[in-house]
């Protein structure tokens, strides 16, 4: 059967037919925006478990490569099989990742535990010391009244307020303990695809790249792999590094708040090393409350813990953040923020975290792509070139 479209003419009417049918998609989603996002939101609950398992064979990786690494030196004699040799590496992994997660918890939630009732029998203090105050404001919102000159509860005010916190109460455990059996399946299913994932890492690489080669021609399937190397790379390094800036700085808020002598130290040491995982805005989030928390206590250490956690983060900007990541951002303070607010919004905690690298890697495939057309056009390629545009370039061209 002849085709009616001229043969010059085919591959501009099929990227014609293709930015129509881009367009019409586009038109639709807009018009269905929140049907389109409660379908996502669905799917990515439904798949949750998988990511989660994506997200700990991508972490425990660098572990399974090591260890494989050595039993191929030790071993190199006798040549074991590369099967056992990843089964063995992937569960000494999980016995190291185990094992660190069981020793954090031994450790941490005991004196957790213990800092947690120190600060609500100071809690209790403060209330009785305080009773007056309290009474007045109880007065204010008529909880209280007075008959004559006695003290009498407005009893059918509390009860009313009672029964609401009753049910809000009752409504909240019921989400947390859902909340609790949710996180655990998916760890649980995480835990067992991540094994998976792990043992036949080569398997399912080898199938994205001949599914990639059998849709695109062979240089798009070159560069597509060349950037998933470069997003890999951007990850690891990020994730990594800050998990470990992150515990670095955690054991040094701990040994400096036993040297100053700052109450709850390992609690307020562990939500500052647990917050600053969050880039650029993760050391405010972590002041905050543990000010809060010392502020009940003693103002005067609240006062010195602002100080110190001023000194603490500006040395982690400037030194230890830098040596450890190394050059795998590479953004601006500006961008930094940009990506954060987007991700957070988007996608909470996770997209605050996994926004800085993607943005780092977006950013690495605009300026590849923008320097590579300003030398088809024999421009410079430095943005200093370009703070007196267009004067300079026009001296440029001449010369």
């Known amino acids: 059967m002849k085709s009616f479209i001229p043969q010059d003419m ?10 129509v049918c881009v367009g019409v998609v586009l038109a639709i989603g807009l018009l269905h925006v929140k ?31 090591r260890v494989e690494t050595l039993f191929g030196k030790v071993l190199s004699r006798k040549k074991p099989h590369p099967k056992l040799c990843r089964m063995l590496a992937t569960i000494i992994a999980y016995i190291v990742m185990l094992a660190l997660m069981a020793g954090f918890f031994a450790i941490l939630v005991p004196q957790l535990i213990t800092s947690i009732k120190s600060i609500l029998q100071y809690v209790r203090s403060f209330i009785d010391s305080n009773r007056e105050t309290i009474n007045q404001l109880l007065l204010k919102y008529e909880f209280l009244s007075f008959e004559g000159e006695k003290l009498v509860i407005a009893w059918e005010n509390v009860a009313s307020q009672a029964m609401n916190y009753t049910s809000l109460l ?15 399946f998916q760890l649980f299913v995480g835990m067992v695809a991540a094994f998976y994932l792990l043992m036949d890492k080569e398997k399912f690489c080898a199938q994205v790249k001949k599914l990639c080669y059998s849709l695109f021609k062979p240089d ?34 701990y040994v400096c708040m036993l040297i100053f002598g700052i109450e709850y130290p390992l609690l307020i040491s562990v939500i500052v090393g647990v917050t600053n995982i969050i880039p650029f805005f ?46 795998y951002v590479g953004l601006s303070p500006f961008w930094i923020m940009l990506s954060i607010m987007i991700g957070g919004g988007l996608f909470g905690f996770a997209g605050m975290l996994l926004s800085v690298p993607l943005c780092a890697l977006v950013y ?14 024999n421009l410079p390629t430095e943005s200093e070139s370009y703070i007196q545009a267009p004067e300079n370039l026009q001296e440029d061209k001449k010369a």
């Open 10 to 19: 085919r591959s501009r009417t099929l990227s014609n037919l293709i930015v």
């Open 35 to 65: 049907q389109l996002w409660s379908a996502l939101s669905a799917l990515i609950h439904t798949v949750m478990p998988f990511i989660v398992g994506f997200a700990i064979a991508f972490l425990l990786l660098p572990i399974v490569k």
């Open 170 to 184: 009752v409504d909240n455990l019921m989400a947390i303990s859902n909340s609790i059996y949710t996180v655990v």
């Open 220 to 253: 798009t399937c070159q560069l597509l792999i060349h950037w998933t190397r470069k997003a890999h790379r951007i990850f690891a390094g990020f994730l990594t590094g800050k998990i470990l800036d992150s515990m670095i700085i955690g054991v040094i808020c």
């Open 282 to 327: 993760g050391p405010l989030i972590g002041a905050i409350p543990c000010a809060l928390i010392l502020l009940l206590v003693n103002p005067l250490s609240a006062l010195w813990f602002l100080v110190f956690i001023v000194i603490l983060q500006q040395l982690d900007g400037n030194l230890i953040g830098p040596f450890i990541l190394g050059d």
């Open 364 to 377: 690495a495939i605009v300026q590849v792509v923008m320097e590579a057309r300003l030398r088809k056009r």
